[in-house]
């Protein structure tokens, strides 16, 4: 699986990106999805996942109600819809695949794909 991360950018606290990860294969449908998101100096750390049909989903505490994750298998896409950023989301924000399971959806060291990351700055 190859994943492409899109759709990040530079906004001003407050506002909304929406980012887009597209997936190749003809598995995306059978695999859980993850956002992860590292800040300079910082460990990667846990922002969103749902599984390979959107029936669960999972969000650090201090996203939610703030971002929402989707897919859309038809078009093996993930998305991560971002409302009210902060400063402190700025961070190069990654997506991840790996093959269904029913463990381990917001630990990093659990998938098996990774996109190339896509740049998110929140100005003040």
């Known amino acids: 699986v190859q994943l492409q991360a899109s759709g990040g950018g530079l906004v001003q606290a407050g506002g909304s990106l929406r980012l887009s990860c597209a997936a190749s294969g003809r598995t995306f449908s059978s695999y859980d999805m993850g956002w992860f998101r590292q800040a300079p100096g910082k460990e990667r750390e846990f922002v969103a996942a749902l599984n390979w049909n959107g029936g669960r989903t999972y969000y650090a505490d201090s996203m939610q109600g703030r971002f929402t994750i989707s897919r859309d298998n038809a078009k093996n896409t993930v998305y991560l819809q971002m409302s009210s950023l902060k400063p402190e989301d700025t961070a190069v924000y990654y997506c991840?695949?790996?093959?269904?399971?029913?463990?381990?959806?917001?630990?990093?060291?659990?998938?098996?794909?990774w996109g190339q990351g896509t740049q998110v700055t929140v100005s003040s």
């Open positions: 991840a695949a790996r093959p269904r399971t029913t463990v381990g959806l917001t630990t990093p060291s659990r998938y098996n794909y």
